[in-house]
């Protein structure tokens, strides 16, 4: 492994956070969430590495390019999470630990947002913390590799 990084991914419509309906997904912006992971992982000595892209096939090159580099992903897939075989197919293919994070409870609102394609393949999930779930995701990915 190169270096043993995290990465960090978010999906379509994250870089609006902060803005994208703020009663749903808080005021905190991308930089904050980055800004909190990246000082989560600071405390334990590891390092990450922030992404975000609005397309799929950007997400799942990055996944590919972690394999043998990265120790882990927190991933928050925005909408792909309940449509994207293709994503979930694609972190499988690094072989380590996936983290799934979702700012809002995606259980308590429509049904389309109840299936997750990446639950299945992940070692957890949070959903329903707000941005402080990604700071949970990184200490869990931590404690796992
Ligand atoms: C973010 C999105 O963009 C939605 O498509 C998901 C997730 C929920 C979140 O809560 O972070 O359904």
Redesign the pocket.
Known sequence: MADGHILLLNG???NMLGTRQPEV?GQETLADVVALCQQTAAAHGRTVRAEQSNHGGQLIDWIHEARGVASGIVI?P??L??TSVALRDALVVPEIPIIEV???N?HAREEF?HHSFVSPIASGVIAGFGVAGYGYAIERLISLT
């Open positions: 379509p419509n994250l997904y928050n925005g909408g999470t309940h979702h700012i809002s995606v947002r």
